[in-house]
């Protein structure tokens, strides 16, 4: 999934007491639809603009020079009280050049070449020493889309009864049993057993090489000090089980099966919130779902939404996130 886009603005939005500012609201094509601030009278309903999502990272040009601060990576802030999503800029004439048949609509959703995503760093004590690569030959990388960007998701979703669990803010891994080995997977690698790493600490505590079946692999956010900051407040270190996949079948087990297995191995999942039927919510119902705190008082990540019953939509798992705008990382 890209992180930039050649977008088109299809409202705008004054902001209450902001002089210079106001929030756009763009779409994206299949990059889905966002809202972003921009300077006021700079931009018209149906203007193409480049949309940057968040964690994209931008290029080193004189244009962008005011993201030195923020180390040139896109941040969801707020401006005035009102949150944005994203990054809104003026076109490169580069990117819209076209024949002279073409229509400049033509363009909306087009990916912008060159820009890469920007992945939070392992912490030390996650790192370890590589064994080899993930085995997505085996379990698939942990990746949830935001809503915004699967609308056939959530367009599937309208009808049937869903649940909705906490997105920890922490760091995932994987720990899989396959052929009688058992694996310890951080992000992008599987790791060595070896002293001092908090994954394989984590394993033995909760002695999961012996208890986990064969040919099941659970995953898992691990939260904690030294952690992403450690916004949940955890002392020490700890997991929270978000998926169970059975590697036979090749699909992620149910909501209730999970829970069963999750129990049987005695190991905590992420916070549960609630279930209920999925009608036909508007984004801003959506985004106001996201909106909560964790057990300390600090604003949650975000929040995840999935089917009782899994799902699959266009050949992908039917799972989409949608991140708490009053959250910490916001300014």
């Known amino acids: 999934m890209a992180v930039a886009y050649i977008g088109k603005v299809i409202k705008i939005n004054p902001i209450k007491g902001a002089d210079r500012i106001e929030s756009l609201e763009v779409v994206c094509g299949k990059g889905g639809k966002w809202r972003g601030i921009a300077g006021k009278g700079l931009r018209q309903v149906d203007d193409l603009v480049e949309v940057y999502l968040q964690d ?44 002279s048949h073409s229509s400049a609509s033509g363009h909306v959703g087009q990916p912008i070449p060159n820009i890469e995503k920007y992945e939070k760093p392992i912490p030390a004590n996650l790192a370890g020493e590589v064994l080899g690569q993930f085995p997505t030959h085996l379990v698939p990388k942990t990746d949830e889309p935001n809503f915004q960007t699967v609308p056939e998701m959530v367009e599937a979703l309208k009808g049937k009864q869903c649940y ?84 036979k079948t090749r699909r ?48 949650r990540e975000g929040i995840v939404i999935r089917p009782m019953e899994e799902m699959v939509v266009n050949g992908e798992r039917l799972s989409f996130k949608v991140i708490n705008l009053l959250c910490r990382d916001i300014d």
């Open 56 to 99: 994209a990272i931008l290029p080193k040009e004189d244009r962008f020079l005011f993201m030195e601060k923020h180390k040139y990576i896109v941040k969801m802030q707020k401006f005035k009280g009102v949150p944005s999503e994203c990054l809104i800029m003026p076109t490169d004439p580069k990117l819209t050049e076209q024949p």
């Open 164 to 247: 909705v669990t906490v997105k920890c803010d922490g760091s995932s891994a994987t720990f899989y049993k396959h052929e009688g080995h058992f694996g310890v997977c951080s992000r992008n690698l599987e790791l060595k057993d070896t002293e001092n790493n908090t994954l394989w600490e984590l394993v033995r505590k909760y002695d999961i090489c012996a208890h986990l079946s064969e040919d099941f692999a659970i995953q898992v956010e691990c939260i904690g000090e030294g952690i992403q900051s450690n916004p949940m407040g955890i002392k020490g270190h700890d997991i929270r089980i978000f998926n169970i996949y059975d590697i």
């Open 252 to 299: 992620y087990l149910g909501y209730k099966r999970m829970m069963v297995l999750a129990k049987m191995l005695q190991i905590p999942t992420v916070p549960y919130i609630c279930e209920f039927e999925f009608g036909d919510p508007s984004d801003e119902d959506l985004r106001k779902l996201a909106v909560g705190n964790y057990d300390n008082g600090k604003p």
